[in-house]
């Protein structure tokens, strides 16, 4: 079973920068792919940001409705995955999902709010 709680959102105005955090609990997880999703009021959730297993080469990739402002990274040894979001705008304001997949099953985090006003 992995557990995954995400961390790190708030409050914060257009243009400006958050960084939020998911750790997992789970001693493979270098061998999970790491995605981070988002909800925002009644919309479907859709993919930001994935990032391949260590064992693959960390490979990532983006919505483009986030490319050149987010970055997903990951750390192994601290089997937690960071996205960095820069010149965030009010679109981005959502729930944010922590989701791991080890190659069975995917499991989610309770989400973090993100807010985006002025």
């Known amino acids: 079973q992995v557990q995954v709680v995400e961390s790190g959102g708030g409050l914060v105005q257009p243009g400006g920068s958050l960084r939020l955090s998911c750790a997992a609990s789970?001693?493979?997880?270098?061998?999970?792919?790491m995605g981070w999703y988002r909800q925002a009021p009644g919309k479907q959730r859709e993919l930001v940001a994935l990032?391949?297993?260590?064992?693959?080469?960390?490979?990532?990739s983006y919505a483009n409705s986030v490319k050149g402002r987010f970055t997903i990274s990951r750390d192994n040894a601290k089997a937690t995955v960071y996205l960095r979001m820069n010149s965030l705008k009010p679109e981005d304001t959502a729930v944010y999902y922590c989701?791991?997949?080890?190659?069975?099953?995917?499991?989610w985090g309770q989400g973090t709010q993100v807010t985006v006003s002025s």
């Open positions: 989701n791991a997949h080890d190659g069975r099953q995917d499991y």
């Open positions: 990032i391949t297993s260590g064992t693959t080469g960390g490979i990532t």
């Open positions: 789970t001693i493979i997880f270098a061998a999970c792919d």
